[in-house]
């Protein structure tokens, strides 16, 4: 699948059906998978041999699902989750463990960032948060001899800052430690941060990838080009001996591309057991047989809208990478040419209340903690999922008092605005 383009990978990427077998991915809905002898089943609890002995470890139907999504972002393995949570946590904490330190972009997804500031502290991992606009000097000061990645997202959610991703690689790399990005809002459809030097991606499939509200779900996708091997002291779950399984190192066996993957399905999804269900990775393949069609119209419709919203004497403020006037605009030029997503973020004049007030008006919109749904949505997120955050760390995560996140679903875009306008105008 290297050789066709990425709207040929939506479709036909990760499961190729020998002769007679199922055209659409079966769905293996089963806990436990037999064997012959104690022998044949021995060796994939020693990691000799592959297969499937335990769905709580691995599924049939969930390993075709995450061949696909690492085509689509040109990785070498991937894993599915039970949630972008999950794949968040598991994606940092297969190589951050208690007495480390990793340093995160402040405006990062507000259960992200209360993940690792709350729960991940508690387990012994410590979080440095640094500004996407931060200086080199900023930047460079936040790493610490303990510092065992770095974490960005490529469209912060819901602040929608666009990360310069080359320039937080470089700086991870000068380190020795990977960039992970959290590609959620952006999808392999619009970026694609392994060219830019990325090392991990995570992804909340609930989102766009499913498209439908219908399933949750996270995936884990590694480039297999950070030479784990240079840094065996910084990395040693990696880079040396686990007794969990006589003493395999996972860099040995399984080289540069398949290591860090297998380590997280070996030790995290075996002891925690995050796994997503194969019926919902059923659905979300299906949302990702049309997702390069349905980002296209997410874009068109976002861009349609905010360019409204720019211009409405009730606004004050709108925040699209796309739009000639952002902040963003010629960072999104580079990393998102393809379009910014189908997400805008927005304040209402008046404030607070001024927002709320707004969105009980709203007929097409529903109020809802979702985003990137075929649906048009919107949050207010200052009383919803940065709630537990304090009026110095909304700042931080650029999330005012009066911001709207808009998810623009696949609607009529004239209809949607004749919503806003009547919701505004109320």
């Avoid at 989750?81 to 463990?97: D, K, R």
């Amino acid at each position: 699948m290297k050789d066709v383009n990425i709207e040929t990978k939506c479709i036909q990427a990760g499961y190729v059906p020998g002769n007679g077998e199922p055209r659409q991915i079966p769905i293996i809905q089963s806990t436990t998978f037999k064997y012959d002898t104690s022998e044949d089943m021995g060796k994939l609890f020693d990691l000799e041999a592959s297969g499937y002995f335990y769905s709580r470890l691995q599924n049939p139907t969930n390993d075709y699902v995450a061949a696909k999504i690492a085509a689509l972002e040109g990785g070498t393995a991937a894993m599915l989750t039970s949630s972008g949570q999950a794949a968040n946590f598991y994606a940092v904490f297969n190589i951050a463990s208690s007495g480390d330190h990793v340093v995160a972009v402040s405006t990062i997804y507000g259960g992200t960032y209360n993940l690792f500031a709350v729960t991940m502290k508690r387990m012994g991992v410590d979080f440095t948060f640094v500004s996407p606009y931060c200086t080199d000097e900023e930047l460079e000061a936040a790493f610490r001899p303990n510092t065992k990645a770095v974490f960005g997202e490529t469209i912060a959610n819901p602040a929608l800052v666009v990360l310069d991703i080359e320039r937080f690689a470089g700086a991870a790399h000068a380190h020795g430690v990977p960039l992970i990005i959290d590609n959620t809002f952006a999808t392999p459809i619009l970026c694609t941060p392994f060219k830019f030097g990325a090392d991990i991606v995570t992804h909340s499939t609930t989102k766009y990838m499913d498209g439908h509200g219908a399933g949750v779900g996270g995936c884990i996708v590694d480039s297999g080009k950070f030479d784990w091997t240079k840094y065996p002291d910084k990395f040693p779950g990696l880079c040396t001996p686990d007794e969990s399984y006589h003493g395999v190192v996972y860099t040995e066996r399984f080289g540069l591309g398949g290591a860090y993957i297998t380590k997280a399905t070996a030790q995290l999804m075996r002891d925690l057991g995050s796994i997503q269900s194969p019926q919902n990775a059923f659905i979300l393949n299906l949302g990702l047989e049309s997702l390069h069609l349905r980002m296209e119209r997410h874009c068109a419709n976002a861009k349609k809208i905010a360019e409204y919203l720019s211009s409405n004497e009730n606004v004050s403020w709108v925040k699209y990478s796309a739009l000639p006037t952002d902040k963003d605009y010629a960072l999104a030029q580079k990393y998102l040419p393809k379009g910014s997503c189908g997400v805008v973020s927005f304040g209402v004049k008046g404030g607070r209340k001024a927002a709320e007030a707004f969105m009980k008006k709203l007929k097409l919109a529903s109020i809802e903690t979702h985003v990137a749904d075929a649906r048009t949505c919107c949050l207010h997120p200052a009383s919803a999922t940065h709630r537990q955050m304090n009026d110095e760390e909304l700042v931080a995560a650029g999330v005012s008092a009066d911001l709207v996140r808009l998810s623009v679903g696949l609607e009529n875009a004239d209809d949607l605005i004749a919503d806003l306008d009547q919701a505004l105008k109320a």
